[in-house]
């Protein structure tokens, strides 16, 4: 059994036939496990076949066939509390934490039968894009394993592209689910602030954080957001609204839509690969017969700027005690990234806010004229491990990322092509607020009309 290629709607399509069982899909993604994670160290828990099959309830064998994600393998990243496994947050402080219930959004994979196959590695407290973790090891990119996986979701992309899992879970602050995914080759999206709980997910920003899929193909994205995207009364930065039919609306003609190209001297410092890459994108959605308008984004600076001050003061309230008391603990690159984001003062934390609340009425505004903006998902491809400061990726690799979770949009990362190098490279698609099923529509059309997301790294 291929796992690598096999998506979730294929996957699921085989069960209900019976050509393959729940236990032989989850033993064929543990094989997966067994041989690629000593080198590529996307995991840093796993949960074998057996043990994830019993946690299910009711099992399987007795559970309706018509369950959305029933026997497909999931892994989540080590943020996400599961039922008696350890959440280590990438973090020395919580090598030894064991949850004592399941975050919401693993609560809602298990009711719709999904199998949790392990907790994926994360730049440490999520405060970082390369994967280098000096405590659990460096998350390795599967087309060079040289180069950085991206982050902090590293491990959950590398999951996916490898077939060690069907999808994954990820949390992204600053781009951390888009920037692995694209560095990888997969999907990526992030779905609008506030749509998805963020309960039993350890935190790093408060006012920045979001929780989305990492998947092979748009549909399946839409399909982990269709079960993941329930209401949490509980949580305080849950916001109820109706349900969004994300598959329903996923292959609408896109014909006739306005779609705005980013351009001005922000975006095109981007390396001169990937802003090609993303022209011919735009070519392609010409061809579904879409307008398209060179729009300059230079404001996409400030906001990106804000998000980091707004980012690093958090996470340092987050961790403050610990910072206090055992700051030698955290490696080096989050250490001087907290320490700096102790020393925001109230004046420029209070003008990051303004400049968000500035942004969102910005986008809100811009999205009134043009349906989707595109962009370069990172301004480069994958960098190599060795020979960069993490800090620096961190700002340099987040800033096409960054300001959609400051504007808290939906934004998703489709493969657009690769480098001369052999590298992936990911395209951008940003929709207005709670425009989720419309930024799927798009990226689903873009990928019907194009080969990109049917390469998979030799593994």
């Known amino acids: 059994m291929d796992t690598q290629t096999l998506t979730i709607s294929n996957a699921l399509d085989a ?35 057996q043990e994830a099959l019993e946690a299910q309830q009711p099992p399987l064998t007795t559970a309706p066939l018509y369950r959305a994600l029933r026997g497909i ?45 392990g907790k994926t590695n994360t730049h440490e407290i999520a405060l970082g894009i390369t994967g280098n973790n000096p405590h659990y090891g460096t998350a390795r990119n599967p087309w060079n394993i040289e180069r950085i996986s991206g982050g902090s979701s590293s491990g959950s992309a590398i999951a996916v592209a490898t077939g060690m899992a069907l999808s994954a879970l990820g949390t992204d602050t600053g781009g951390s689910i888009r920037i692995p995914a694209s560095l990888c080759g997969i999907v990526g999206f992030k779905p609008t602030y506030g749509r998805v709980s963020l309960r039993g997910v350890f935190p790093l920003s408060w006012n920045l954080d979001h929780v989305g899929p990492l998947t092979k193909c748009v549909r399946d994205a839409a399909i982990l957001l269709q079960v993941i995207s329930a209401y949490d009364p509980i949580d305080p930065a849950s916001i109820k609204m109706l349900a969004g039919d994300y598959l329903g609306h996923l292959m609408d003609d896109v014909e006739g839509r306005r779609v705005a190209l980013g351009s001005g001297d922000f975006i095109e410092t981007a390396d001169p690969q990937a802003l090609d890459a993303v022209h011919e994108a735009a070519k392609v959605f010409e061809k579904l ?31 403050r005690d610990r910072l206090k008391e055992h700051p030698e603990w955290f490696g080096e690159d989050i250490r001087r990234r907290l320490e700096e984001g102790a020393k925001t003062s109230s004046t420029e934390y209070v003008l990051a806010r303004q400049t968000q609340a500035e942004v969102r009425k910005r986008c809100e505004l811009f999205f009134e004229s043009y349906d989707f903006l595109l962009t370069p998902t990172t301004p480069v491809a994958a960098p190599a491990i060795e020979g960069h400061d993490a800090v620096e990726q961190a700002g340099r690799l987040t800033r096409f990322t960054a300001p959609f979770n400051l504007a808290g949009l939906p934004a998703l990362s489709v493969p657009c092509g690769f480098t001369s190098e052999g590298l992936p490279i990911g395209l951008q698609i940003v929709a207005r607020a709670w425009g989720d099923a419309k930024a799927l529509n798009a990226g689903y059309a873009y990928e019907q009309a194009t080969e990109w997301h049917k390469n998979f790294p030799k593994t």
Not at 96 to 112: G, W
Not at 290 to 317: H, P, S, Y
């Open 15 to 49: 069960l209900g036939r019976g050509t393959f069982t729940p236990q032989d899909l989850a033993e064929a993604c543990f094989a997966q496990i067994n041989r690629l994670n000593p080198t590529l160290n996307a995991y840093i828990t796993v949960i074998p076949p």
């Open 73 to 117: 393998p999931i892994a989540v990243k080590d943020l996400f509390d599961v039922e008696g496994v350890r959440t280590t947050a990438g973090s020395k402080f919580f090598a030894d934490h064991i949850a004592e219930r399941d975050a919401f959004v693993v609560e809602k994979l298990r009711q719709a039968g999904a199998l949790i196959n």
């Open 289 to 319: 017969g879409c307008k398209v308008e060179k729009i300059n984004v230079d404001w996409m600076r400030e906001a990106a700027l804000a998000n980091k001050t707004m980012t690093q003061a958090d996470g340092a309230a987050v961790h």
